[in-house]
């Protein structure tokens, strides 16, 4: 059964970058397609961005494009997602999920973004 | 993008009765091998949502059976044949028919 770990939670400064971390178990990530999705507190699901299999590559949301960068470790089996240029707005738990149909997701991680 | 609407927002619900959620598309979610790319999510409180419907009608494993998902092409329905306590939290659409993913704004689901 694949499983999906993130790393902690962050504070970051206004300015500055982000990476979270999602280590899969259970399966290989050459086998997966990782995709993201954040939450700002109190609001609903917003998708940042995925690997697209027919691509062949990271597809980002128009909103991220720019600031948004999604890497693979496959000898650790651990994803990466990389945002830049954070601002308050970026304030939010960062939720890694599995392939198209967004299953299983990890734990999620807060990253806060405070002068 | 796709928009993604749901109703109703909120949806108080007595244990045991029935619920049904709506969600509508701005495009058509049925592909050109007949597959609506249309999931359901439920977002219980202080945990990651987890998928309970896939392509529009198809249970996720280990989804109980008193949830249903139907529809086709803007239009589909969630629904639940006997609210259980355990049911209560957010229930969002989403489709993934276009690669930029879109989720509707989430039906909060209390119990009465």
């Known amino acids: 059964q694949v499983q999906l770990v993130q790393s902690g939670a962050e504070v970051k400064k206004p300015g500055a970058s982000v990476t979270v971390s999602c280590k899969v178990s259970g399966y290989t990530l050459t086998a997966l397609s990782m995709h993201w999705v954040r939450q700002a507190p109190g609001k609903g699901l917003e998708w940042m961005g995925g690997?697209?299999?027919?691509?062949?590559?990271?597809i980002y949301a128009q909103k991220f494009q720019g600031r948004l960068t999604m890497t693979d470790d496959t000898s650790t089996d651990t994803a990466y997602m990389e945002l830049t240029s954070l601002t308050s707005e970026d304030t939010a738990v960062y939720y890694c999920a599995i392939d198209r149909w967004l299953d299983p997701w990890g734990q999620g991680t807060l990253v806060t973004v405070s002068s | 993008d796709i928009v993604m609407t749901q109703s109703p927002l909120s949806l108080p619900v007595t244990p045991g009765e029935p619920a049904s959620i709506s969600c509508r598309s701005s495009q058509s979610l049925l592909d050109s091998n007949g597959y609506n790319f249309l999931y359901w999510y439920l977002q219980k409180p202080g945990k990651s949502p987890q998928l309970l419907i896939f392509?529009?009608?198809n249970r996720a494993s280990g989804v109980p059976d008193r949830f249903s998902g139907s529809g086709s092409g803007t239009d589909f329905t969630l629904k639940i044949s006997r609210v259980e306590a355990e049911d209560v939290g957010i229930y969002y659409c989403?489709?993934?028919?276009?690669?930029?993913?879109?989720f509707g704004p989430g039906t909060k689901v209390d119990i009465k």
């Open positions: 392509l529009g009608s």
């Open positions: 690997f697209d299999p027919a691509e062949g590559e990271a």
């Open positions: 989403m489709q993934a028919l276009q690669t930029s993913f879109t």
